[in-house]
């Protein structure tokens, strides 16, 4: 992995994103950080070039997004639009809001959605991600939700974003999921995972919880990943003390050289 292919989820600063010039200046403080990408999510409303090009201006790469799930699945044409007007290829499907996965009909159908829309995005020239979440690993009939997904809907439909914290919530190895989708896993979410003082799991800087962090990057790379982005969905304190402990961790123990 190189220092240029790790991003920070911009959800991660949601706080910080709610106007164009609170994203401005987030966008300046996380590449003074040392970051050179970033993933846009939980940003607040700004015209979809504008953004681009105070990406551009700080010198970061938009590298993907995360779309609203229902436009995704319902208006996947809004998308490509919008997509075209980031100047960004790589988009993820974030949260199966609605979808009842205690149900063959609920998974049956958004397993069809995630197709049709897929398609519509990979014809356009733009690749949909599923991110998970621990729900996906339960199982429906004694098959894993989230395997029966990725093994019915072909790879140049849909993508994987796993999130290594909730596949490990979910119960499943971090590192043999990756390794299942080997070849369909253009971005990876790094997302560590601990437990506090009061005996509960959170979610931890990149280096401060108990993933195993090389043996996961080893793998995501032999896989074909190429973005590895940074998330974590509470952070401690300042949020920015925690993008930035992560990065540094990343620079010092798991970048190349």
């Not at 009939?141 to 979910?170: C, F, K, S």
């Amino acid at each position: 992995m190189k220092l240029e292919q790790v991003a920070v989820q911009l959800y991660t600063l949601r706080n910080h994103m709610k106007t164009p010039a609170d994203m401005a200046k987030t966008l300046k403080r996380v590449r003074e950080i040392g970051y050179r990408a970033v993933q846009m999510s939980g940003v607040g409303p700004i015209a979809p070039v504008e953004f681009s090009k105070m990406c551009q201006g700080e010198g970061l790469t938009l590298c993907a997004t995360h779309e609203s799930s229902d436009d995704i699945l319902r208006n996947p044409e809004a998308i490509v639009s919008r997509m075209k007007a980031l100047g960004c290829t790589l988009t993820a499907y974030p949260y199966p809001r609605g979808i009842d996965f205690g149900s063959e009909e609920g998974v049956n159908q958004l397993i069809a959605d995630l197709t049709h829309a897929g398609t519509v995005l990979r014809d356009a020239g733009i690749t949909l991600c599923y991110h998970n979440h621990n729900l996906e690993y339960r199982k429906l009939n004694g098959t894993v939700i989230m395997h029966r997904i990725y093994d019915e809907i072909p790879a140049d439909v849909l993508g994987a974003e796993l999130d290594t914290y909730w596949v490990q919530m979910g119960g499943a190895d971090v590192v043999d999921e990756i390794d299942r989708v080997a070849g369909r896993q253009p971005i990876l979410h790094l997302k560590d995972c601990g437990v506090d003082d009061d005996n509960k799991t959170v979610f931890c800087e990149i280096g401060n919880g108990n993933l195993p962090w090389k043996r996961i990057i080893a793998a995501a790379e032999k896989g074909g990943t190429e973005w590895f982005a940074v998330e974590q969905d509470t952070c401690p304190g300042d949020e920015f003390d925690s993008v930035k402990q992560s990065f540094d961790y990343i620079a010092a123990n798991l970048v190349e050289g």
